[in-house]
């Protein structure tokens, strides 16, 4: 790891983005996008600092539940609004500093690289773009950067040139420490930009060099159109990583698989497969239209047009489709189709025949099914929770298991005996 100390400015609102949530909380592949952007920066820096404004608390919090190690400092927007202002507060450990945006949600650290291969006193990112609107400029000389206009601010001589700011910049400490107090708001936002440093340090003929990088790892996201592109390439990413892997996807355009997904072994995806959370998938089949939220599948089948529920745990087990199974521990079980299994233990050699229910909701409190081994449960069955089945039981077709045990080797049984009234139909409609 080297001696670089990176700050991400996620302060901003977001208005674009047409949402109460703070741009930076909405999710890329089941995290949040400013997760994505400091789980890369942990790969290069052991001194990360996030600049926090709108909705800081709740963006606080939420990177607090998945990192523990990360620095918060809350920007003064009412006194030192924009880029400039959010670095008044900050101090770094190391002699090297990279600055991030906190809506970049693709960057990678191999992407960082070029950052730190350069010795210059500040080194900034530039991409050139065919349509540069919106985007500050960035005008270079011989001698490298000379200064960036921000497109508010531009010229119409400014605004036709092509090398545009993507927002990144590496500062040695000492450059951040003279020239961040001498930014002032004298522009047409009245903000303080941290571009400006570029024309403190060309004032004072420091070395500035434009490092420029691809658009798709640097891409801004600042509208829900942008969310939905960077979706897509992240998807693509990780679906790419896990066939390399080993993992047959068919159809991939058409699978979901969020961050937190793992694999192990030789699995199967068919199409429109969506798997969330951190779910583990072992050697697996999953079928297609099935979905699979943060749960264990371990040698077992799964749909098509299933759903497995959270905190589920399926072993050398098959559920069909039309089957759901939330909070439940199937081990060498079948539930070929149209069931629902919920706060369910069940053993191997047990089969849930069609439309068979664990009712485990009271309408207060949930309740637990305990199924044993080698248990057959007949179609339309109804198991009343809680409620433990023995091994070796039949529960014939029909019946609502409404007693606290069955025991082993019984045969539970609960059926009404069935009424036929002659000539009713014709009484009914009124014919013959």
Known sequence: MTSLSIVILAAGKGSRMKSDKAKVLHDISGKPMLYHIIKESQKLSNDI???????????????????????????????????????????????????????????????????????????????????????????????????????????????????????IYAFKKEILETYVPQIDNNNAQEEYYLTDIIALANRDQRSISPLLIDEEHFMGVNSKADLAQAES???????????????????????????????????????????????????????????????????????????????????????????????????????????????????????????????????????QTVIGKNVFIGSDSQLVAPVEIEDDVLIAAGTTVSCAKVNKGSLAIDRTPMKQVENFFYKFFGTK
């Open 49 to 167: 600092t996030v600049v926090v404004a709108h909705q800081k608390e709740r963006v606080i919090e939420s990177m607090q539940h998945y990192f523990d190690n990360i620095a918060f400092v809350v920007q003064d927007a009412d006194n030192f609004p924009g880029t400039g202002g959010a670095l008044k507060n900050v101090r770094v450990k190391h002699e090297k500093l990279l600055v991030l945006n906190g809506d970049m949600p693709l960057i990678t650290a191999t992407s960082l690289q070029g950052f730190l291969e350069n010795d210059a006193d500040i080194i900034m990112s530039i991409f050139d773009l065919k349509d540069p609107s919106g985007y500050g400029r960035v005008v270079i000389s011989d001698s490298g950067v000379e200064r960036i206009v921000e497109d508010k601010d531009a010229s119409e001589a400014e605004k036709k040139i092509t090398h545009v700011n993507a927002g």
């Open 233 to 367: 390439i992240m998807q693509q990413r990780i679906k790419e990583y896990w066939m390399r892997q080993g993992v047959i996807m068919q159809l991939p355009e058409s699978i979901y698989i969020e961050e937190g997904v793992t694999f192990e072994g030789e699995s199967l995806l068919e199409n429109g497969v969506r798997l969330t959370g951190n779910s583990h998938i072992v050697t697996s089949h999953i079928k297609a239209h099935s979905v699979i939220e943060q749960s264990s599948i371990v040698n077992s089948s799964v749909g098509p047009l299933a759903h497995v529920r959270p905190q589920s745990k399926l072993n050398n087990t098959h559920i069909g489709n039309f089957v759901e199974v939330k909070k439940s521990t199937l081990n060498g079980v079948k539930a070929g189709h149209l069931s629902y299994l919920g706060d369910t233990i069940a053993d191997e050699g047990t089969n849930i025949g069609a439309g068979v229910i664990t009712c485990n909701y009271d309408g207060k409190k949930k309740y």
